[in-house]
């Protein structure tokens, strides 16, 4: 079965044998784009040929004799596992039919069941233009496939086995398993939820904390050696405070993201600072510019207060010393974030001024995200070196070999941040460069609708001829109701799938899983990940069934679109 996707790779299907001679079948789009790794579809169980159909003949001959009451108590009851005869797309009998989910063991023989006044309305065809499709192939309805051989049961009998599939098979299961509820996006211990966004606690800040306790404390002895041991509870005060202005400093970014109408994931508090994770971009380089900006003009504005409530206080006491370094630690966090390179706040304005001079995002993403590596390789480097020749208060000949080692190993992780985040910054950019061409109708792949009681051998036979790689469970009426998930296909065995009814391995619609055919870029994208799923049913603006979308097939689309050079 075939798929169109946007890797821009031929694929080679083994899913489509040639051995199928039941009808036309839809040629395989070797020119298409699809992922070469996307499992198709497994073909139905294969009937053995050791009965012959003369015997299948003869039998059926006595069911009629006998008004097809009696005939199942006179013959030897069969295992329930024994597949059909060869030549027929159904089981042997309703006796075999009836206890599929129990295993081989022979069952008694089940009571006479009236046939159904009428059979079910046939199912939709599959739409010439559909995935994949041909626009001269018309597929066959439900019921209409020719038979191989002329033993054929009468209707009465189909219609007391498809009876018994549906009772054998309206477990929990028939129903279709609900989707998953979206989950939160985690990070963390959750510390509430200011502005609807929720504000997670890493688990690298108790590390961080730790760190400026011990620092901290290391200063305050100097300071106040009168604390003694209570310097570190007055670091841990100071910590926690510090990181309070962060969070402030997040909320800045999330208060001018929620103006301009941009949802924010979350905000996480970590190791050297707190992320606001702001789902799309600035749609301008104006506000791009405002967005970056408000979070270090809230930190010199905390620095500020903190520096008017240092005038009534001693400098020699607890509050001073606190209120000294939460204003000094404040204009660090501005300054820093000043700097002009991806992924701090500076860098998001060079971006903005970048953007706004040469009319291209990507522009601005490049030049910012290289002055970001530049930067990085300056941390490493100079930071360790100002703080030796004294920059920051000590001498060369005071600062002991642990300080040192201690000053080289924090540049390092500074620097491995920024670099980190600069590179980042340049592959999101490639990505959404690269967004639009994962579109919904290219990677959909075409499905084929089936009726809930259709066993799933014939209906991956009625796949495999049209050259489809999904199925669509229908009603009557055409509408649909479920799609068959590939996973659970795969773990029905092959002798098994004459028993079991389509409805047993297929997943619910819900209307998070109708999904336009025409989204294409981000928007599809979020479509997707506000109601998680492994299927979903591609439809046109009609209502038109066009195919199945498989969230596998995005993600390599997705993965690929990544790769691939600007």
Known sequence: MDVSGGSGQPRSDDAEPAEHPAGPTAPTNDGGPAPTDAPTIPTGAEPPAGRAASESADERADDSEDGGEDGSEERAPRPAAEPPAAGTDEPASPASAAPASDGPEAPAAPEPRPAPAARPAPAPEIRADSPGGDPGHTDRR???HPREETGEKSDDESDDESDERSLAHSGPAAQGRPPRRPKEPGGGLLMGRPFGVPVYVAPSWFLVAALITWVFGGQLDRVLPELGAARYLVSLFFAVAFYASVL???????????????????IQLQFFGGVSE????????????VLAFVGPLLSLVLAGVFYLAMQPVEPGTVPGVLLAGLMVSNLIVAAFNLLPGLPLDGGRMLRAVVWKITG???SGTVAAAWVGRALAVSVLIGLPLLNYFGAFGGGGEDTGGMDSLTDALLAAILAAIIWTGAGNSLRMARLREHLPELRARTLTRRAVPVETDTPLSEALRRANAAGARALVVVDADGTPLSLVREAAIVGVPEHRRPWVAVSGVAQELTDGMRVSAELAGEDLLDVLRATPATEYLVVEETGEIYGVLSAADVERAFVKAMARPS
Not at 278 to 289: L, M, Q, V
């Open 248 to 266: 402030i400093h997040e909320l800045a970014h999330t208060v001018a993201a929620i103006r301009f109408k941009l949802p924010v994931r979350r």
């Open 360 to 362: 291209r995002p990507m």
């Open 142 to 144: 439900a019921g209409e």
């Open 278 to 289: 702001i789902e799309k971009e600035a749609e301008t380089p104006g506000r791009e510019f």
